[in-house]
Protein backbone atom coordinates (compact mmCIF):
# COMPACT_ATOMS: atom_id res chain seq x y z
CA UNK A 1 0.00 0.00 0.00
CA UNK A 2 1.28 3.45 -0.76
CA UNK A 3 1.34 6.47 1.17
CA UNK A 4 -1.04 7.95 -1.27
CA UNK A 5 -3.63 5.06 -0.69
CA UNK A 6 -3.37 5.24 2.82
CA UNK A 7 -3.81 9.02 3.18
CA UNK A 8 -6.83 8.31 0.93
CA UNK A 9 -8.04 5.77 3.28
CA UNK A 10 -7.26 8.18 6.26
CA UNK A 11 -9.50 10.68 4.95
CA UNK A 12 -12.56 9.14 5.52
CA UNK A 13 -11.81 9.21 9.49
CA UNK A 14 -12.89 12.82 10.00
CA UNK A 15 -16.16 11.38 8.09
CA UNK A 16 -16.50 8.14 10.29
CA UNK A 17 -16.21 10.59 13.12
CA UNK A 18 -18.67 12.91 12.05
CA UNK A 19 -21.24 10.41 11.41
CA UNK A 20 -21.22 8.53 14.45
CA UNK A 21 -20.92 12.12 16.16
CA UNK A 22 -23.83 13.31 14.91
CA UNK A 23 -26.08 10.69 15.50
CA UNK A 24 -24.82 9.77 18.77
CA UNK A 25 -25.69 13.35 19.65
CA UNK A 26 -28.81 13.61 18.40
CA UNK A 27 -29.68 9.78 19.79
CA UNK A 28 -28.69 11.28 23.40
CA UNK A 29 -30.73 14.27 22.96
CA UNK A 30 -33.84 12.22 21.34
CA UNK A 31 -33.60 9.54 23.60
CA UNK A 32 -34.23 10.78 26.70
CA UNK A 33 -37.86 12.13 26.20
CA UNK A 34 -38.65 9.00 24.28
CA UNK A 35 -37.71 7.01 27.73
CA UNK A 36 -39.71 9.48 29.71
CA UNK A 37 -43.02 8.69 27.13
CA UNK A 38 -42.24 4.89 27.27
CA UNK A 39 -42.88 4.75 30.97
CA UNK A 40 -45.14 7.16 30.77
CA UNK A 41 -48.33 6.67 32.94
CA UNK A 42 -50.65 7.77 30.61
CA UNK A 43 -51.00 4.08 28.46
CA UNK A 44 -52.26 4.88 24.85
CA UNK A 45 -49.05 7.16 24.92
CA UNK A 46 -46.89 4.28 26.27
CA UNK A 47 -47.56 1.49 24.72
CA UNK A 48 -47.32 3.50 21.65
CA UNK A 49 -44.10 4.58 22.58
CA UNK A 50 -42.79 0.56 23.30
CA UNK A 51 -44.16 -0.42 19.79
CA UNK A 52 -42.20 2.45 17.81
CA UNK A 53 -39.04 1.36 20.21
CA UNK A 54 -38.94 -2.34 19.27
CA UNK A 55 -40.30 -1.40 15.45
CA UNK A 56 -37.45 0.68 14.63
CA UNK A 57 -35.27 -1.92 16.64
CA UNK A 58 -36.44 -5.10 14.27
CA UNK A 59 -35.44 -3.59 11.23
CA UNK A 60 -31.79 -3.70 9.89
CA UNK A 61 -29.67 -0.31 10.00
CA UNK A 62 -29.30 -1.00 6.51
CA UNK A 63 -32.47 -1.01 5.59
CA UNK A 64 -33.31 2.07 7.50
CA UNK A 65 -30.35 3.43 5.53
CA UNK A 66 -31.86 2.63 2.46
CA UNK A 67 -35.64 3.66 2.85
CA UNK A 68 -34.14 6.86 3.93
CA UNK A 69 -31.88 7.28 0.79
CA UNK A 70 -33.72 5.63 -2.01
CA UNK A 71 -36.97 5.87 -0.71
CA UNK A 72 -37.97 8.78 0.46
CA UNK A 73 -35.37 10.23 -1.94
CA UNK A 74 -36.90 8.92 -4.73
CA UNK A 75 -39.99 11.02 -4.40
CA UNK A 76 -40.85 13.15 -1.23
CA UNK A 77 -37.03 14.41 0.15
CA UNK A 78 -33.95 14.35 -1.37
CA UNK A 79 -31.43 14.09 1.37
CA UNK A 80 -27.06 13.82 0.54
CA UNK A 81 -26.00 10.42 0.93
CA UNK A 82 -23.94 11.80 4.29
CA UNK A 83 -27.30 13.72 5.99
CA UNK A 84 -29.77 10.21 5.03
CA UNK A 85 -27.02 8.25 6.81
CA UNK A 86 -27.33 10.93 9.66
CA UNK A 87 -30.71 10.85 10.12
CA UNK A 88 -30.82 7.04 9.51
CA UNK A 89 -28.25 6.20 12.64
CA UNK A 90 -29.40 9.37 14.80
CA UNK A 91 -33.06 7.17 14.81
CA UNK A 92 -30.95 3.74 15.36
CA UNK A 93 -29.14 5.33 18.19
CA UNK A 94 -32.51 7.82 19.79
CA UNK A 95 -34.47 4.15 20.56
CA UNK A 96 -30.95 2.45 21.14
CA UNK A 97 -30.50 5.50 23.96
CA UNK A 98 -33.92 5.20 25.36
CA UNK A 99 -32.93 1.62 26.36
CA UNK A 100 -30.01 2.49 27.70
CA UNK A 101 -31.32 5.73 29.57
CA UNK A 102 -34.42 3.25 31.02
CA UNK A 103 -31.69 0.76 31.73
CA UNK A 104 -30.11 3.62 33.81
CA UNK A 105 -33.70 4.86 35.50
CA UNK A 106 -34.47 1.15 36.49
CA UNK A 107 -31.05 0.84 38.94
CA UNK A 108 -32.03 3.76 40.73
CA UNK A 109 -33.05 2.91 44.32
CA UNK A 110 -37.09 3.09 44.88
CA UNK A 111 -35.98 5.06 48.45
CA UNK A 112 -34.55 7.93 46.45
CA UNK A 113 -38.30 8.56 45.38
CA UNK A 114 -39.65 8.09 48.44
CA UNK A 115 -37.11 10.83 50.23
CA UNK A 116 -37.55 13.49 46.94
CA UNK A 117 -41.75 12.77 48.15
CA UNK A 118 -40.98 13.04 51.67
CA UNK A 119 -39.05 16.68 51.49
CA UNK A 120 -41.50 17.52 48.93
CA UNK A 121 -39.83 17.96 45.61
CA UNK A 122 -41.56 19.18 42.25
CA UNK A 123 -41.31 16.55 39.79
CA UNK A 124 -38.93 18.98 37.89
CA UNK A 125 -36.48 19.07 41.12
CA UNK A 126 -36.98 15.61 41.33
CA UNK A 127 -35.86 14.44 37.79
CA UNK A 128 -33.02 17.41 37.64
CA UNK A 129 -31.53 16.99 41.16
CA UNK A 130 -31.94 13.39 42.00
CA UNK A 131 -32.89 11.09 39.03
CA UNK A 132 -30.81 12.15 35.62
CA UNK A 133 -27.40 13.04 37.66
CA UNK A 134 -27.85 9.47 38.51
CA UNK A 135 -29.55 8.15 35.68
CA UNK A 136 -26.41 9.51 33.65
CA UNK A 137 -23.57 7.89 35.67
CA UNK A 138 -25.45 4.64 35.73
CA UNK A 139 -25.90 4.92 31.74
CA UNK A 140 -22.04 5.89 30.68
CA UNK A 141 -20.42 2.89 30.12
CA UNK A 142 -23.42 1.16 28.40
CA UNK A 143 -23.47 4.14 26.78
CA UNK A 144 -19.85 3.94 25.62
CA UNK A 145 -20.30 0.47 24.51
CA UNK A 146 -23.19 1.26 22.35
CA UNK A 147 -20.88 4.58 20.84
CA UNK A 148 -18.57 2.05 20.10
CA UNK A 149 -21.18 -0.44 18.18
CA UNK A 150 -22.79 2.78 16.44
CA UNK A 151 -19.20 3.28 15.02
CA UNK A 152 -18.67 0.23 14.03
CA UNK A 153 -22.33 -0.09 12.32
CA UNK A 154 -21.29 3.43 10.28
CA UNK A 155 -19.67 1.40 8.01
CA UNK A 156 -22.44 0.52 6.82
CA UNK A 157 -23.73 3.94 5.50
CA UNK A 158 -20.83 3.00 2.99
CA UNK A 159 -23.52 1.20 1.18
CA UNK A 160 -25.46 4.43 0.15
CA UNK A 161 -22.12 6.05 -1.01
CA UNK A 162 -20.77 8.26 2.18
CA UNK A 163 -17.12 8.71 1.94
CA UNK A 164 -16.17 7.06 4.88
CA UNK A 165 -13.51 4.59 6.33
CA UNK A 166 -15.19 1.63 4.66
CA UNK A 167 -16.40 3.20 1.50
CA UNK A 168 -12.55 4.68 0.75
CA UNK A 169 -11.27 1.42 1.76
CA UNK A 170 -13.79 0.03 -0.82
CA UNK A 171 -12.84 2.08 -4.32
CA UNK A 172 -8.94 1.20 -2.81
CA UNK A 173 -9.78 -2.32 -3.06
CA UNK A 174 -11.29 -2.20 -6.37
CA UNK A 175 -8.81 -0.27 -7.73
CA UNK A 176 -5.59 -1.90 -6.72
CA UNK A 177 -6.94 -5.79 -6.26
CA UNK A 178 -4.76 -5.90 -3.07
CA UNK A 179 -8.24 -6.48 -0.89
CA UNK A 180 -6.85 -8.18 2.00
CA UNK A 181 -4.13 -5.58 2.97
CA UNK A 182 -6.92 -2.71 2.65
CA UNK A 183 -9.36 -4.33 4.46
CA UNK A 184 -7.04 -5.17 7.29
CA UNK A 185 -6.03 -1.81 7.69
CA UNK A 186 -9.35 -0.47 7.67
CA UNK A 187 -10.64 -3.11 10.34
CA UNK A 188 -7.68 -2.26 12.64
CA UNK A 189 -8.58 1.73 12.06
CA UNK A 190 -11.93 0.89 13.67
CA UNK A 191 -10.55 -1.26 15.99
CA UNK A 192 -8.15 1.90 17.24
CA UNK A 193 -10.85 4.35 16.53
CA UNK A 194 -12.55 2.36 19.47
CA UNK A 195 -9.56 2.66 22.04
CA UNK A 196 -9.95 6.18 22.77
CA UNK A 197 -13.49 5.87 23.50
CA UNK A 198 -13.49 3.23 25.63
CA UNK A 199 -10.82 5.48 27.69
CA UNK A 200 -12.39 7.82 27.67
CA UNK A 201 -15.48 6.37 29.24
CA UNK A 202 -13.52 4.67 31.97
CA UNK A 203 -12.13 8.02 32.80
CA UNK A 204 -15.64 9.55 33.27
CA UNK A 205 -16.51 6.93 35.05
CA UNK A 206 -13.96 6.86 37.69
CA UNK A 207 -14.60 11.11 37.78
CA UNK A 208 -18.92 10.68 38.45
CA UNK A 209 -18.41 8.18 40.70
CA UNK A 210 -15.60 9.71 42.70
CA UNK A 211 -18.33 12.54 43.15
CA UNK A 212 -20.65 10.23 44.55
CA UNK A 213 -20.15 9.08 48.28
CA UNK A 214 -20.82 5.53 48.84
CA UNK B 1 -48.13 9.01 0.62
CA UNK B 2 -48.52 8.65 -3.17
CA UNK B 3 -45.47 10.16 -3.88
CA UNK B 4 -43.80 7.44 -1.93
CA UNK B 5 -45.72 4.45 -3.33
CA UNK B 6 -45.46 5.60 -7.01
CA UNK B 7 -48.61 3.61 -7.50
CA UNK B 8 -47.58 0.53 -6.79
CA UNK B 9 -50.62 -2.10 -6.93
CA UNK B 10 -50.82 -5.07 -4.65
CA UNK B 11 -50.78 -7.38 -7.51
CA UNK B 12 -47.17 -6.15 -7.76
CA UNK B 13 -46.44 -6.77 -4.62
CA UNK B 14 -47.89 -9.91 -4.61
CA UNK B 15 -45.10 -10.82 -7.59
CA UNK B 16 -42.51 -9.92 -5.92
CA UNK B 17 -43.48 -12.24 -2.81
CA UNK B 18 -41.64 -15.78 -4.13
CA UNK B 19 -38.30 -13.51 -4.78
CA UNK B 20 -38.71 -11.96 -1.24
CA UNK B 21 -39.53 -15.80 0.00
CA UNK B 22 -36.27 -17.13 -1.61
CA UNK B 23 -34.51 -14.50 -0.11
CA UNK B 24 -35.60 -14.81 3.21
CA UNK B 25 -34.84 -18.19 2.98
CA UNK B 26 -31.22 -17.34 2.64
CA UNK B 27 -31.12 -14.82 5.24
CA UNK B 28 -32.17 -17.50 7.39
CA UNK B 29 -30.26 -20.60 6.19
CA UNK B 30 -26.98 -17.80 6.56
CA UNK B 31 -28.26 -17.28 10.26
CA UNK B 32 -28.61 -20.85 11.33
CA UNK B 33 -25.01 -21.79 9.74
CA UNK B 34 -23.59 -18.78 11.15
CA UNK B 35 -24.69 -19.87 14.84
CA UNK B 36 -24.15 -23.63 14.12
CA UNK B 37 -20.20 -22.62 13.60
CA UNK B 38 -20.10 -20.00 15.54
CA UNK B 39 -21.62 -20.78 19.45
CA UNK B 40 -19.32 -23.91 19.73
CA UNK B 41 -16.89 -21.65 18.33
CA UNK B 42 -17.28 -18.75 21.25
CA UNK B 43 -17.17 -21.89 23.55
CA UNK B 44 -13.60 -22.70 22.06
CA UNK B 45 -12.60 -19.02 22.43
CA UNK B 46 -14.11 -18.76 25.74
CA UNK B 47 -12.22 -21.80 27.44
CA UNK B 48 -9.34 -20.39 24.98
CA UNK B 49 -9.22 -17.24 26.84
CA UNK B 50 -8.68 -18.96 30.72
CA UNK B 51 -6.33 -21.66 29.63
CA UNK B 52 -2.66 -21.48 30.96
CA UNK B 53 -0.51 -21.61 28.08
CA UNK B 54 0.37 -18.11 26.83
CA UNK B 55 -0.08 -18.50 23.18
CA UNK B 56 -2.67 -19.96 23.01
CA UNK B 57 -4.54 -17.77 25.45
CA UNK B 58 -3.36 -14.54 23.64
CA UNK B 59 -3.93 -15.83 20.11
CA UNK B 60 -7.44 -16.28 21.56
CA UNK B 61 -7.91 -12.73 22.97
CA UNK B 62 -6.45 -11.34 19.79
CA UNK B 63 -8.98 -13.31 17.74
CA UNK B 64 -11.79 -12.22 19.81
CA UNK B 65 -10.84 -8.63 19.65
CA UNK B 66 -11.11 -8.42 16.01
CA UNK B 67 -14.30 -10.29 15.59
CA UNK B 68 -15.50 -7.59 18.03
CA UNK B 69 -13.69 -4.75 17.12
CA UNK B 70 -14.23 -4.85 13.04
CA UNK B 71 -17.36 -3.33 11.81
CA UNK B 72 -18.96 -7.08 10.03
CA UNK B 73 -18.95 -5.50 7.25
CA UNK B 74 -15.64 -5.21 6.60
CA UNK B 75 -15.19 -8.92 7.76
CA UNK B 76 -17.54 -9.47 5.53
CA UNK B 77 -15.43 -7.83 2.57
CA UNK B 78 -12.38 -8.75 4.03
CA UNK B 79 -13.46 -12.86 3.53
CA UNK B 80 -14.90 -11.88 0.23
CA UNK B 81 -12.59 -9.74 -1.37
CA UNK B 82 -9.60 -10.14 0.29
CA UNK B 83 -8.85 -13.73 0.94
CA UNK B 84 -9.21 -14.84 -2.98
CA UNK B 85 -5.63 -12.24 -2.45
CA UNK B 86 -3.97 -15.08 -0.53
CA UNK B 87 -5.49 -18.12 -2.96
CA UNK B 88 -8.36 -18.83 -1.10
CA UNK B 89 -11.23 -17.58 -3.22
CA UNK B 90 -14.74 -18.63 -1.61
CA UNK B 91 -18.73 -18.17 -2.83
CA UNK B 92 -20.70 -15.17 -1.65
CA UNK B 93 -22.88 -17.34 0.60
CA UNK B 94 -19.60 -19.54 1.96
CA UNK B 95 -17.90 -15.74 2.86
CA UNK B 96 -21.05 -14.54 4.48
CA UNK B 97 -21.16 -17.59 7.03
CA UNK B 98 -17.31 -17.70 7.10
CA UNK B 99 -17.59 -13.91 8.31
CA UNK B 100 -20.94 -14.03 10.90
CA UNK B 101 -19.47 -17.10 12.02
CA UNK B 102 -16.62 -15.56 13.31
CA UNK B 103 -18.42 -12.37 14.46
CA UNK B 104 -21.06 -14.47 15.93
CA UNK B 105 -17.83 -16.63 17.73
CA UNK B 106 -16.29 -13.70 19.09
CA UNK B 107 -19.56 -12.32 20.76
CA UNK B 108 -20.91 -15.13 21.72
CA UNK B 109 -17.15 -16.00 23.77
CA UNK B 110 -17.61 -12.92 26.17
CA UNK B 111 -21.50 -13.87 26.81
CA UNK B 112 -20.55 -17.80 27.18
CA UNK B 113 -17.35 -16.32 29.68
CA UNK B 114 -19.46 -14.23 31.54
CA UNK B 115 -21.91 -16.78 32.00
CA UNK B 116 -19.10 -19.72 33.46
CA UNK B 117 -18.18 -16.44 35.52
CA UNK B 118 -21.40 -16.18 36.70
CA UNK B 119 -20.75 -19.89 38.21
CA UNK B 120 -20.04 -19.56 42.22
CA UNK B 121 -16.38 -20.30 43.21
CA UNK B 122 -17.43 -22.97 45.65
CA UNK B 123 -18.39 -25.27 42.34
CA UNK B 124 -15.43 -24.78 41.42
CA UNK B 125 -13.71 -25.41 44.48
CA UNK B 126 -15.96 -28.97 45.46
CA UNK B 127 -14.63 -29.94 41.51
CA UNK B 128 -11.22 -29.84 42.90
CA UNK B 129 -11.76 -31.24 46.04
CA UNK B 130 -13.80 -34.14 44.62
CA UNK B 131 -9.93 -34.85 43.05
CA UNK B 132 -12.59 -34.48 39.32
CA UNK B 133 -10.41 -33.45 36.23
CA UNK B 134 -10.96 -30.06 35.12
CA UNK B 135 -12.50 -31.39 31.87
CA UNK B 136 -14.82 -33.39 34.00
CA UNK B 137 -15.73 -30.35 36.00
CA UNK B 138 -16.50 -28.52 33.51
CA UNK B 139 -18.59 -31.02 31.86
CA UNK B 140 -20.67 -31.94 34.64
CA UNK B 141 -20.58 -29.00 36.97
CA UNK B 142 -19.18 -25.78 35.65
CA UNK B 143 -21.16 -25.85 31.92
CA UNK B 144 -24.78 -26.69 32.66
CA UNK B 145 -24.77 -23.90 35.54
CA UNK B 146 -22.68 -21.32 32.95
CA UNK B 147 -25.06 -22.20 29.85
CA UNK B 148 -28.11 -21.58 31.67
CA UNK B 149 -27.14 -17.74 32.43
CA UNK B 150 -25.84 -17.14 29.04
CA UNK B 151 -28.84 -18.60 27.21
CA UNK B 152 -31.25 -15.72 27.06
CA UNK B 153 -28.23 -13.19 25.70
CA UNK B 154 -27.34 -15.90 23.24
CA UNK B 155 -30.89 -15.85 21.89
CA UNK B 156 -30.90 -12.00 21.79
CA UNK B 157 -27.28 -12.22 19.89
CA UNK B 158 -29.50 -14.61 17.40
CA UNK B 159 -31.86 -12.03 16.46
CA UNK B 160 -28.93 -10.02 15.90
CA UNK B 161 -27.12 -12.08 13.71
CA UNK B 162 -30.51 -12.74 11.73
CA UNK B 163 -30.47 -8.85 11.25
CA UNK B 164 -26.65 -9.09 10.84
CA UNK B 165 -27.27 -11.34 7.08
CA UNK B 166 -28.86 -7.85 5.96
CA UNK B 167 -24.88 -6.91 5.30
CA UNK B 168 -24.13 -10.09 3.13
CA UNK B 169 -26.03 -7.25 0.58
CA UNK B 170 -22.58 -5.75 0.06
CA UNK B 171 -21.01 -9.11 -0.86
CA UNK B 172 -23.82 -9.87 -3.81
CA UNK B 173 -25.75 -12.46 -1.34
CA UNK B 174 -29.16 -13.04 -3.27
CA UNK B 175 -30.81 -12.34 0.40
CA UNK B 176 -33.76 -9.94 1.37
CA UNK B 177 -32.08 -6.46 0.77
CA UNK B 178 -30.50 -7.80 -2.26
CA UNK B 179 -34.12 -8.47 -3.57
CA UNK B 180 -35.65 -5.38 -2.35
CA UNK B 181 -32.81 -3.55 -3.91
CA UNK B 182 -33.23 -5.23 -7.45
CA UNK B 183 -36.83 -4.70 -7.47
CA UNK B 184 -36.30 -0.88 -6.18
CA UNK B 185 -33.09 -0.09 -8.80
CA UNK B 186 -35.73 -1.86 -11.85
CA UNK B 187 -39.37 -0.71 -11.76
CA UNK B 188 -37.86 2.49 -9.52
CA UNK B 189 -40.52 1.07 -6.31
CA UNK B 190 -37.82 1.86 -4.14
CA UNK B 191 -39.74 2.35 -0.59
CA UNK B 192 -42.70 -0.05 -1.35
CA UNK B 193 -40.10 -2.68 -1.92
CA UNK B 194 -38.03 -1.95 0.88
CA UNK B 195 -40.74 -1.50 3.08
CA UNK B 196 -41.95 -5.20 2.45
CA UNK B 197 -38.36 -6.49 2.99
CA UNK B 198 -38.80 -4.39 6.38
CA UNK B 199 -41.68 -6.12 7.14
CA UNK B 200 -40.22 -9.50 7.07
CA UNK B 201 -37.74 -8.36 9.34
CA UNK B 202 -40.34 -7.07 12.02
CA UNK B 203 -42.15 -10.62 11.40
CA UNK B 204 -39.41 -12.10 12.76
CA UNK B 205 -37.84 -9.91 15.38
CA UNK B 206 -40.64 -9.05 17.28
CA UNK B 207 -41.67 -12.16 18.43
CA UNK B 208 -38.21 -13.43 18.84
CA UNK B 209 -37.84 -10.33 21.51
CA UNK B 210 -40.91 -11.28 22.82
CA UNK B 211 -39.18 -15.08 23.68
CA UNK B 212 -35.85 -13.22 24.64
CA UNK B 213 -37.60 -11.56 27.27
CA UNK B 214 -39.81 -14.78 28.48
CA UNK B 215 -36.88 -16.86 28.71
CA UNK B 216 -34.91 -13.71 30.85
CA UNK B 217 -37.41 -13.43 33.06
CA UNK B 218 -37.78 -17.41 33.20
CA UNK B 219 -33.48 -17.58 33.72
CA UNK B 220 -34.27 -14.68 36.23
CA UNK B 221 -36.64 -16.50 38.32
CA UNK B 222 -34.43 -20.02 37.74
CA UNK B 223 -31.62 -18.25 39.87
CA UNK B 224 -34.22 -16.70 42.23
CA UNK B 225 -34.51 -19.89 43.21
Redesign the interface.
Known amino acids: MTVDTALYILAGLPVTIALTGLALLFGAVVGFPLMLAAQSAFTPLRLLTVGVI??V???????WL??IF???????VTLSAFSAAVVAFGLIAAVNMAEIYRGGMVAIHHGQYEAAIALNFSTYRLYRDILIPQMVRVSIPSAATYAIGLM??S??A??IGVAEL?FR??QI??QT????????V???L??LL?LPVAALSREAERHLRAKVSR | MDALLMGVTWEDVRNWLPSFWNGFLISVRITLVSLAIGIPLGFLFALGVQVKNRAVRYLCLLLVEIGRGAPALVLLQFVYFGLPNAGLSVGAFAAACIAISFNTGAYTSEIIRSGLEAVPAGQNEAVMALGMTRWDGLRFVIIPQGIRVAIPALLGFAILVFQGTSLCFAIAVPELISRAYDIGSMQFFYFPALGVAGIFYVAVCIPASFIVSWAERRAGAYSQR
Open positions: SFRSVPPILFLFGLGSGVKDAISTAGNSLYRGLEVYAVGLYIS
